[in-house]
């Protein structure tokens, strides 16, 4: 017998990983105690961290401790704090202890859960968290797993909407309508991700319906343009309600939509990607009245309930046509459990075959904070965000852009655009917080997302002083 040629690498010994796991969980618990100490926004220009990189990899094994330690002099210069609690940009990235580890323990089991028979529990502890959203946030009975419909986990809520254009391509495709003469609606303030999901899913046409004073749309708008297209020979597909816009967390109505919707045999998804979280909060929910007129439905905890990206929840009122549009059976993947309809296989609630375990880190947060937790964090951000508010519509200097649901306050300088824009800079040039400057129709205004899971009442007084300071009085 000839010896083997070749020899597998030298991994890592369980004494080791326990050494290095121990001082990596040292390394993030510190991160986490410190990040308030950086900039918010990274410094670096464009090719920084390139540069402190070799162009070539390592040919021979490296130190781990070295590699960590390229983490402090490489890595952390090109970061941008979205932990901070003076993250006030954009939409908060939520984290938490328990999500961190409920990723780790996944990490660690590093199953692939396609299908329940690659790994029965990735499965089935996703519907049972799925089931204990549609419960924790008032959503349709119907929602759950164990009834007709039932959520699933993706990456993105961009892939969720994208998800059910494609099941109601497939349902038009279905009825002879070919993709050329399909039509989706939105409101024109709804996110960049249905024009896009829309494109990559073959739509003819995408139309933007105009919204009112508060940035919602009008259910007039779109009835008319649903029938100018029946009009000209075009079949009107999908259509879409955001409950909480990017821009302002606008609200569409739900319910007139979706009527409008059911009378004209339209899909009705609703993108509720940043508000969605708020739901766990009875209060909230009269936001979103009208879910039982509603197809299919998104939202990320990911954003605003304590769980790493990422985790997008996606929710059919009926899986039936979903698993029609996207189950496919190779031979190879055949099975028993499969044939006998007794389970969920997730790769036919989505475009990808492979998935990870995303449910463990939501199942740890859930599990962690408990209902009433969860509450208590959504409703903290929210108050503080009122009481930013309040500041605003007080100061002479200010006026407020749109209404605050939730916890994003929108807000612009009285003497007008050059004025709100400068202030922005200078409030992120001082690195201490970092806001959004945005604009609507040529109208700049700020954004500021309370939402950062180590955000306290100091932190967002501590931003107001920086507005106070910063902000000129007009002159007159
Ligand atoms: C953030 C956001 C999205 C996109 O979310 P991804 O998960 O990054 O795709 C979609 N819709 C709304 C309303 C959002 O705020």
Redesign the pocket.
Known sequence: MNPPQHVGPQHMSGEEFRRHGHAVIDWIADYIDDVEQYPVESQVAPGDIRALMPTSPPEAPEAFEDILADVDRIVMPGITHWQSPNWFAF?PASSSAPAILGDLVSSGLGVQGMMWSTSPACTEVESVVMDWLVELLGLPEGWRTTDQGGGVLQ?????S?HTALVVARHLANEAGHTDETLVAYTSGQ??S?IEKGARVSGYGHVRKIDVDDEFALIPAALEATIAADREAGLHPTFVNS?V???ATTAIDPVKTVGEIARREGLWHHV????AGSAMICPEFRHHQDGLELVDSYVF?P??WLLTNF?C?AFFVADRKSLLETLSILPAYLRNEATESGAVIDYRDWHVPLGRRFRALKLWFVLRSYGAEGLRAHIRSHVEMAKGFEQKVIDDPRFELYSPTFFSLVCFRHVAGNDVTDTLAEAINATGKVSITRSEIDGDSFIRVAVGSTYTTQEHVDGLWELFDELAPVPAG
Do not use: R
């Open positions: 939409f990456m993105s809520a961009s892939d909407t709804a996110h991700s955001s909480g816009t990017t993108d509720a990607a940043f990320n990911h954003k990422d997008s």
